[in-house]
């Protein structure tokens, strides 16, 4: 069974996860965006064997606590290649806000689309979603009753993304929500990077960017 633990850290209130498979004890950390002794001590207070920690994508508000919970966990980093450009900028984009950049640590393996990630028992896919920034990824757990969608930063509880940072881009996040989300089990949970977890359904019905790419059909 799918076990999902949300942490929201930072000044940016990002959310991070802690996908359990509850058979194994096996987990993989979502977006270490800040807080590393906080998120560590929730895994160590859940006693997972945590595998790797997954970067949706590499705003800082989702890699800030990288370092320090890479350093402690040893655990290796994942991340599309296409969000490199993001990643190497992570310095500026802290000075962008004023933040004290949080050191670097090397991507250990890039994902691809459609790649079937294991976490025990578990198995999830890697959705390439761009347009929020250029290598966002998503992690679609489809066999679980009901389905989850780690979404990262490009959909929410009625919004989406931002796309006017480096990288970003309106048609293409519209894009990959016609074209990837609208399909999507309805009663998929949706696990977003900011905010409280929705539903497929209930995005499609009410938020004001999914709800007409869905009457567009
Ligand atoms: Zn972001
Ligand atoms: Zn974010």
């Known amino acids: ?16 996860y802690v996908v359990v498979c509850t058979q194994t004890q ?3 950390i979502v977006d270490a965006g800040d ?5 560590l001590s929730a895994v160590e207070r859940m006693g997972v064997d945590v595998i790797a920690v997954l970067n949706t994508h590499a705003h800082l508000d989702h890699v800030a ?6 350093e402690s966990l040893k655990v290796p980093v994942w991340m599309h290649a296409d969000e490199m450009p993001i990643y190497d900028a992570v310095e500026q984009q802290a ?7 949080p050191g670097r640590v090397e991507i250990d393996r890039f994902v691809e689309v459609g790649e079937q990630i294991k976490v025990g028992n578990l198995t999830g ?4 979603t761009p347009g929020h920034s250029p290598g966002s990824v998503c992690l679609g757990f489809w066999r679980e009753t009901p389905p989850r969608l780690i979404a990262g930063d490009v959909l929410f509880m009625g919004s989406i993304g931002r796309t006017d940072l480096p990288g970003g881009d309106y048609d293409t996040i519209i894009d990959t929500l016609r074209q990837q989300f609208v399909p999507m089990p309805p009663d998929t ?5 900011h905010g409280p977890h929705t539903t497929i359904e209930a995005e499609k019905r009410a938020n004001p960017f999914l ?4 009457r567009e059909r």
Do not use: H, W
């Open 26 to 28: 096996k987990a993989l």
């Open 1 to 16: 069974m799918i076990e999902i633990q949300s942490l929201t850290v930072g000044p940016f209130q990002s959310n991070c």
């Open 189 to 193: 949970i949706v696990y977003p990077g």
């Open 95 to 101: 000075a962008m806000f004023g933040l004290v950049p």
């Open 65 to 70: 606590g990288l370092p320090d919970v890479v």
């Open 211 to 214: 709800a007409p790419l869905v």
């Open 35 to 39: 807080e590393a002794a906080r998120i």
């Open 125 to 128: 896919e890697i959705l390439l």
